[in-house]
Structures are given as C-alpha cells and as structure tokens.
C-alpha cells in the first residue's frame, strides 16, 4: 500500500497542534499555536481552519484528509459537541459544520482522548493489543476504550467518561453535577483535596509551603517538593496513585480489560504514583486478571493526539 | 428461515434449568432439577448431559445444538470456568471439554448473566438496542455487556464482572479479595451491612425483629417488612438502591450505555429501591444521557436464562 497522509489536530485549553502524519504513523510536519481568548465556536473552527491549510501549504503532499480532536463530549456521527470543559460555553455546537467551511478536504472529528487511544493503538504502547483502556491526566481525566480493535464510543459518543467514575459516594463535588468523581482525587486538583488526608503535623508543613492556601498544591508543585524528597508530597502521591487505582480496579472489572496506558501531562509524574496505583489494582481484580495487568505510559510524545486524529483521518470510511 | 432449535441450560447453584427454544424464543419444553450436593465439574457435566439428554427425548424436534449458562469466570473461548462462587471447588475447569464427553451436540458455555443478557436482547426489554447493559442482583452482582448487538467479553472473558465496582473505597471486604464492591451493598447480603447506616432507633427496631442477629436481615425478610410498611425496611431499600445507582452511573459514564436491564431474584423487589437508583443516577450523570435513560426490568421470567444459552446455542458460528 502507498504511503498516504492526513492533518491532525489536537485542540487543547490553551494550545492547537496541527500536523501532517503518514499513513506510518511518522510526523511530516507540525505545528502548536495558542488558542488565545475568543473561544467561540466560530472563531476556533476559523482558527483550525487556517492552520490546516497552513500545513497543507508547508507541505507538498497529497493530503487524504483532516481529523480533529476536540476535549468534550463529541458525537462523532452527528458532528456535534455537546459540551466541552475547555470551552464552556459550547452547548450542542455543530462543529463539524463549522470546520467543513474551513477546511476543503474530508473532515471528521472524535474526542481527544478517543484520538490519543487511538494512536496508542496504532503506532504506541497499544501494537498488536485488540481491546485497551486509555486514560489522560491533566486537569481532568480523560478516556478512550478500544474494543476490538475500534474505539467504542457508546450510545451517542458518550462512552470513555472514566473521570466521572464514582471513588468515594459522598466524596468531593464535581463539576459534572456528581459528587466523588475520579478526577477529583486524581487529575491535577486532587492535592486540594488529599491534603485534609494527611496527619495535622504533614498537612501543616506542606501547607506551611503554600502560604497554607490548599489551592496552590497543584501537581506539578506537589510533584517538585515530592521529588526533592518531602515526605507528606510523596504520601500526598501515594494517595493519588491510590485513587487512580481504585478507579482502573472497576474499569477492569466491568470490561474485562488488562491493558491499561497512561498519559496526559501527569503522567510524567508517574514514579510518584504507579506502585501505589498497581498495588491497588492488583488487591481489588482478580487473580488473572492481575497476573495479566500490563500498566503501561504513553510511548508517544507530546504530539500523540495530532498522531491519533490523522490516524482517524486516513481509517476507513473517509 | 425455517425454525430452529437448540437446548438451553441455565446452572444455578441450587437449579439446573433444561429447555428446548425455538429460534423464536419460545420455550418448547423446560425443567428444573436441583443440582444436589455433589459439585465437582465431572457429577455436574454429568447432571447436565443427562438432563439434556431427557429434554431430546422429550420433544421430537430436530436440535441443533446446547448453550451452557455458567455462574462465575467463564472464558468461552477456551472452555473454561476460571472461578464460580457456587462452586467454589472450580478452579481453571475445562468444564466444555467434560461437556462434550457426555454431551452428542455441539455444545457452547458462557457466563450465565451474558446469556441473561442475550435473552433480553434478542426477545426481551433490550430488543432494537445495539449497546445495553443487564446486571442480575441476587446472591452476587451478574453482569452482561452488549455492544453493537453481541455480548462483550473482555480480554479472557471477564468482562461484566460489574458486582466488583468499588462503590466504598474501604467499605466491606468482598470475597473477590477487594473491599466495598457494589455487590455487597446491592445484593442479597447487603441489608445485613446497611443496618448499620440506620440512626439507632431504627436500627434497634429492624433488629428485634431478627432476634438482634444482622446475618437473618435477607433481602427477602427485608423486602416482606417493607411492603407492610416497617419504615426502617423501606429506608434500607432507599440505600440499597442508592448504592446500585452510584454503581450504575459509574457504568453509565464508563461505557456511555443508557440501556439498562436488571433482573435476578432481587429485582422482584423493584418498587422498593428503583426511584432511589433513578435518582442517584440522574444526579450522576450527564443530562443528555440521564435524559436518555432506560432503566428497565428484565421482561422475561425465570427461564430467561435458558432462552439466552439456546439462543447463543443457535447464533452462528455453532
């Protein structure tokens, strides 16, 4: 087969990533650009716009087409999304619609962590494994279940919601509406919250280095003090890899699924947390399952989600 | 088409259940056995065979194969029951090979909650649905997953194992090895937990009524006070279905299914604890999918289980 190519993109909170990927999974060319301040609908499908034909212009390749992932709840069929934590104020916008103004080659679009499995999948930690579990850590979670070698989106393309996995029934409020989400105990906020875990004299002395405002233990804070050796910073993590493990515990029960690959800006943290989380999956699944558990960190780099888009892009049916 | 036949086997840990159905799903020719106390693989491959052997007899009618419903960790592929709580003696069984000595028909297994599922499925409360969910409340937490149209069953067949969602993260040891599994707060040992969240009057009253003993709180004592009105009772169902709804909102937000079939014994007990389970699930999900939600009670009756294993039985390829 011919080498074809297709343009990713990876909408972020505050980056766009646009690249050309071959159908090999190599990155030709790529781009990041801020998002700036206007998030209208409008005006990020005329920004995705121009830097896709940007690329097109910086490279002289047949383009097959674009894929686009966008952080939300994307129905892929429909071309909507309905909402997006990234972007408030998009309710059931047409999306689609808007980037097929923009853009002049076939488009289709996923949500981001459905695009980011998906390259796992193809060319990362994911090769020759039929069915996984994607998680992405960063100030939420995200999520991407591959079932057969396809990612499965459920009814309406809400499925891989693995954030809003209930850890503790009258746990901390979410801003989904629920209480004692996953992504609060272990997304960049749980160290607001697992701070009041720790002993008085532990929770004071961290605190002590934030001007006691709890806010401020953000993960990458948490995770500098924890790698300086700060022991209440590193139970901190243990506490989080606990969580995480608790939540990967019920995935696997429920699906059956013992490959699990990890990314997302916090998994850079991942000696901090990993033992804890694979000692609780290893308690709490069975014995086999365990046996066969493979954890694994996201293989691909920082451009992994323009990788999975294009990937999406050049899969059958384009 | 013309009509076909197979044998349906539901194994239970009292009851084994025989039946001839009809590629219609009508039951042709059923019974129910008790399984006795001699439970090795090899007496009950032979119970089994025997009683799949009498259901031929019985009917003449061609038959084209027997679908085996199994409680526990069926690998279906390979033949194998990894594990089963009611028999507890199994251990990796290759109960399919055993089958197939006393069995002259081509023979499958499955988990007996998948084929719950396929029943309802195919001629049940799930019909015109491609992804639903079954979980069948009883002794334990039996799951089914479908998805687009055909039972999902994990890597090594464990997937549906939806009993051993952590809805307590250290709530009560489960026999799974975890701790605050859903099926311990949303099955039949479940009362004898949540007596103590009661506020002390309450909990004195249910008691004295059990001789102060909280192991002869069953579901179905529990079930017959509260339908004369024992307030205690009732509010001890309303806990019950909470924890089966924040069990279900963690499926719902994992898998994005809105479909979903609740059957087994308990489920009888339905108007006592389903308004607490809507509620906790609609407060847990997103409002797209709690406005799509089908929270349903298993249509068929109590050999809906053979009607599934004879339907899997008749599903190519046999």
């Not at 087969?1 to 990876?10: C, E, F, L, P």
């Not at 830097?51 to 686009?68: D, K, T």
Request: charged share 20%; proline share 4%; hydrophobic share 45%.
């Amino acid at each position: 087969m011919n080498k074809s190519y297709a343009i990713g993109v990876d909408l972020g909170a505050t980056n766009l990533r646009v690249g050309v990927v071959g159908s090999d999974g190599k990155i030709e060319a790529q781009a990041a650009v801020p998002v700036g301040s206007v998030k209208s609908a409008d005006s990020i499908a005329a920004l995705i716009g121009e830097h896709v034909w940007v690329m097109q212009e910086q490279v002289s390749l047949p383009i097959a087409g674009c894929g686009c992932g966008i952080p939300g709840i994307v129905d892929h069929e429909r071309g909507i999304v309905y909402s997006s934590p990234n972007f408030p104020q998009w309710k059931d916008v047409e999306i689609l619609k808007l980037l097929k103004k923009e853009i002049q080659i076939p488009v289709i679009i996923d949500n981001d962590a459905n695009m980011f499995a998906l390259a796992e999948l193809m060319y990362g930690a994911g090769r020759g494994h039929k069915n996984l579990i994607v998680l992405t850590l960063g100030s939420g979670i995200g999520g991407g279940i591959v079932i057969d070698g396809k990612i499965f989106h459920g009814d309406r393309g809400f499925a891989g919601e693995v954030g809003h996995i209930v850890v503790e029934p009258d746990g901390v409020p979410c801003g989904c509406g629920s209480m004692g989400c996953l992504e609060q105990y272990a997304a960049s906020r749980a160290f607001v919250h697992l701070v009041k875990r720790l002993p008085k004299k532990e929770k004071d002395s961290i605190l002590d280095r934030v001007g006691q405002d709890p806010e401020r233990l953000t993960a990458l804070f948490v995770a500098d003090i924890a790698n300086e050796g700060d022991p209440a910073a590193k139970e901190l993590w243990r506490f989080f890899g606990r969580y995480l493990g608790i939540g990967i515990a019920s995935l696997i029960n429920t699906l059956g699924i013992t490959t699990i690959i990890i990314g997302g800006g916090i998994a850079r943290s991942w000696d901090l947390f990993i033992d804890a989380t694979r000692a609780e999956i290893v308690s709490r699944t069975y014995k086999k399952n365990a046996e066969n558990l493979k954890l694994l960190k996201t293989s691909l780099g920082e451009f992994t989600g323009i990788v999975g888009a294009a990937s999406a892009a050049l899969s059958p049916p384009l």
